[in-house]
């Protein structure tokens, strides 16, 4: 992959990580129990607290696999499966930029054939 385009994934990536750590900033998660809610509005609240808390932590796990990526970049291993060490295909990486393994072990992993690092 060209220096240039390494730079633009890497902005892409850099942006995607502030988006990501803005929402996880806004999420509040706590809930004011000041007066005694009706049953129903608690289990609705609850609700959208495990809905949140659910969103969060994918955002978190997406933020880390943003960082993993940032990481590779600046080892020379970017877009190289973690698992075969073959190319991975560039419209994937234009699609998924943080994407650690090539289509094929990708399936392998989410088939449960492929252990996660």
């Excluded at 005694?36 to 696999?65: F, G």
């Excluded at 295909?89 to 992993?109: F, H, S, T, V």
Aim: glycine share 2%; with cysteine.
């Amino acid at each position: 992959m060209s220096k240039s385009n390494l730079k633009e994934v890497k902005e892409k990536l850099l942006a995607e990580r502030e988006l990501l750590i803005e929402k996880l900033k806004g999420n509040d998660l706590s809930i004011d129990d000041a007066e005694t809610p009706d049953p129903v509005d608690l289990a609705v609240r609850n609700y959208s607290k495990n809905v949140m808390l659910a969103v969060s932590e994918n955002e978190s796990k997406q933020l880390t696999l943003i960082d993993e990526a940032l990481m590779r970049i600046e080892d020379d291993e970017y877009g190289t499966c973690q698992n075969c060490e073959n190319d991975i295909n560039p419209k994937r990486l234009a699609a998924i930029p943080w994407a650690r393994y090539c289509l094929d072990c990708q399936e392998l992993l989410e088939k449960g054939l492929l252990d996660e690092d």
